[in-house]
């Protein structure tokens, strides 16, 4: 069975702590996501890497960095966190080349207080 | 800007009936693909269509791509209570390897 899991299921942090959100796949998957989910707009991409080292901006990344040192490892890390970041974060994994199929690990809620 | 128009954005049904959610873009995808989301999880993928007029069939759901390949479809016969979910259409990019465009999501609750 293919699985993607993310290290909390839920957290609350205060604002300007350093957060970190890590997430582990055992599909030996290429490209792995970070995506942000908020009620009515749907999934975000955050950033993604299609390697280990290389990652590439998605399409909301500011206040965002992420870390991927491992193949099966993609860590996104909140610099400074703020109350705007309150949300679910959904980490995915798929293979290189079509047709695109991801997998999902079951989310973080972060809450910002 | 690729878009994937979702509708409806909710739905509520009784047990037994009969559903339609629609997936539309002006953008064609390589690509079409439906997930279920639970609350608290993450979405589940439920198929992939990639040929253009394709056809899947997934117990009582139907899925359909669009002969362009810009729209497709989920239908829900006889639609049961264990069906309640959000579901999600995303489309492959065709100038990406590996990105997908992502539908708003149809909240769909089914009462007995």
């Known amino acids: 069975d293919v699985k993607v899991t993310q290290s909390s299921r839920y957290l609350v942090k205060r604002t300007g702590e350093k957060v970190f959100l890590e997430c582990v796949q055992d599909m030996d998957h290429e490209n792995m996501f970070w995506y942000r989910q908020d009620p009515g707009l749907g999934l975000r991409l955050i950033y993604f890497?299609?390697?280990?080292?290389?990652?590439e901006k998605g399409d909301i990344p500011e206040g965002y960095s992420v870390s991927r040192e491992k193949k099966e490892r993609f860590s996104l890390i909140l610099e400074s966190a703020s109350t705007n970041q309150t949300s679910m974060y959904l980490c995915a994994s798929s293979l290189w080349g079509g047709p695109y199929e991801q997998y999902f690990g079951p989310g973080t809620r972060l809450t910002v207080t | 800007t690729q878009l994937l128009e979702q509708s409806p954005q909710f739905l509520s049904i009784q047990e037994g009936e009969n559903l339609t959610v629609y997936c539309n873009s002006s953008?064609?995808?390589?690509?079409l693909q439906w997930y279920r989301q639970e609350p608290g999880e993450g979405p589940v993928l439920l198929v992939t269509v990639v040929t253009g007029g394709e056809v899947k069939k997934l117990k009582r759901l139907t899925f359909q791509f669009g002969d362009a390949r810009k729209d497709s479809s989920l239908h829900i016969t006889a639609a049961q209570p264990g069906d309640t979910g959000l579901y999600l259409c995303?489309?492959?990019?065709?100038?990406?390897?590996?990105?997908?465009?992502w539908g708003a999501g149809t909240k769909l609750i089914i009462k007995p």
């Open positions: 890497s299609y390697d280990v080292k290389m990652k």
């Open positions: 953008s064609v995808f390589s690509s």
């Open positions: 995303a489309g492959g990019r065709m100038d990406s390897n590996y990105q997908l465009i």
